[in-house]
């Protein structure tokens, strides 16, 4: 795509802003376009110019903010905003996301190809712990939602009770997050222990470093309280990839 002679040079007449150069890897700037039909009804737009740069990390863009090189930055890590708000004429906007990090259980047989269904979970021969749903439920209240969001990002985020956020359709603004019980989690567990599911086998929890800020010390969180209630996990951390790490952020040429 990043070849492609339409994505490079396309119709002027798409948009209110038309692409005049793309430095791969670099910046793209788009600049006003004159030919935009529905500027007749609605008049010219304030700004002659936008410039998207790509930077590599969160932190990159916050000191290009505070030099005056760049006029706003897009998906600010929260541990990059401490103390934002006191900085002389820098704005902070941190509205509700659309989206939500999450743990995902693999409930697939590692000895078979097979899901492991949940009619099978009393069985003495049980090869996969979360397969039974005492267990996943133990995981579900072992996790300290609000210890995380309070401690590693200085609670600039919410405890999710749900895949998705506000805004988006399948939303259900009547549920709760689940609340963090290691005492009914350690009850679940042990329950399940006595009915022969073999919770003391390792479980693996893969994480992705740099798939957003302090990803780490969450993984690590996890892992701790998981080891209170009589898990044993071992934590497991991936690369992910280069492209998906790239920042944009913006400076505007505007009118005088």
């Not at 939500?100 to 492991?116: D, I, M, S, W, Y």
């Not at 979360?130 to 996790?143: H, K």
């Not at 969001?149 to 895949?163: E, M, S």
């Amino acid at each position: 795509m990043a070849t492609w002679e339409y994505n490079r040079y396309p119709d002027p007449v798409l948009g209110p802003f038309v692409l005049q150069e793309w430095a791969l890897a670099d910046h793209l700037t788009a600049v006003r376009n004159l030919e935009y039909e529905s500027w007749a009804s609605r008049g010219q737009p304030y700004l002659d110019a936008v410039i998207l740069r790509w930077i590599d990390s969160s932190e990159e863009g916050i000191e290009l903010l505070r030099k005056g090189e760049l006029d706003l930055v897009w998906d600010v890590a929260e541990v990059d905003l401490f103390g934002a708000e006191g900085w002389p004429g820098v704005k902070v906007s941190h509205p509700p996301s659309t989206g939500t990090e999450r743990l995902v259980l693999n409930l697939r047989n590692p000895k078979g190809t097979a899901p492991c269904p949940d009619s099978l979970r009393r069985s003495p021969a049980w090869p996969w712990a979360l397969g039974d749903p005492r267990v996943r439920e133990a995981i579900d209240l072992s996790i300290n939602r609000a210890g995380i969001v309070k401690a590693l990002f200085q609670n600039l985020g919410t405890p999710a009770a749900q895949l998705v956020g506000k805004g988006i359709v399948g939303y259900n603004d009547t549920l709760t997050p689940t609340p963090y019980d290691l005492d009914r989690a350690k009850s679940l567990i042990d329950d399940a222990r006595a009915a022969g599911v073999p919770v003391d086998r390792q479980i693996r929890l893969i994480g992705r470093t740099g798939q957003f800020p302090k990803i780490n010390e969450t993984i690590e969180n996890i892992q701790y309280t998981l080891s209170k209630i009589g898990l044993d996990v071992k934590i497991e951390n991936g690369k992910i990839g280069y492209r998906a790490k790239r920042k944009v952020s913006f400076k505007y040429h505007g009118e005088d």
